[in-house]
């Protein structure tokens, strides 16, 4: 009898152990990908000089491979904006507050039939929103707040879409900035 309550003892402690080892098993292949996944993306941002997050520069990636084009023909409207260094206390709330024009991908108009019919066959597992740049854009820049948003960032001067994102921003962003 005492043999019998040992080994059903015995049988229901490894049950136990091969159910712990199959959890803690199950547990460390999702925390890997997990950080496979974080060593991916921290690769990611050490090799690029902006803060657009790694799918939005893969799918960019894909569709210049796709149509033949230098992806420094298409940049995100975030690779060519930076707050002024004297308005750097403004940075956090400014990079939140442009966010979602940052990740907005920026196609000339030459090849803005061929990228948007790329879009349309495409599963981009994710968003993307592209505007079409145009010659000339909105015209004239508005008159802007003294403490406007805008006024406290700069467009990269040699952008070739300069006009634009600078245009763009002066229409979009003429929010003033509020100490309290």
């Given amino acids: 009898m005492e043999t019998i309550d040992w080994l059903t003892t015995t049988r229901a402690s490894e049950d136990r152990t091969q159910n712990d080892l199959n959890e803690a ?60 260094e004297k308005e750097r206390d403004w940075e956090g709330a400014i990079e939140r507050l442009l966010r979602n024009f940052g990740l907005s991908l920026l196609v000339p108009d030459r090849h803005y039939a061929r990228v948007a019919e790329w879009v349309d066959q495409s599963h981009l597992r994710g968003r993307l929103v592209y ?19 805008a006024r406290k960032l700069q467009v990269k001067p040699d952008s070739p879409f300069y006009e634009w994102v600078e245009r763009e921003v002066a229409h979009r962003f003429d929010l003033a900035c509020c100490a309290n």
């Fill in 25 to 84: 098993s199950v547990s460390f292949t999702q925390r890997r990908a997990e950080y496979e996944q974080l060593q991916a993306e921290i690769n990611g941002l050490k090799a690029r000089v902006s803060n657009i997050d790694e799918n939005q520069i893969l799918v960019r990636r894909s569709l210049c491979q796709s149509l033949h084009l230098a992806e420094e023909e298409m940049p995100f409207a975030g690779e060519l904006l930076q707050v002024r």
């Fill in 131 to 149: 505007y079409r740049v145009r010659e000339g854009g909105r015209g004239e820049l508005p008159s802007l707040h003294p403490d406007s948003v």
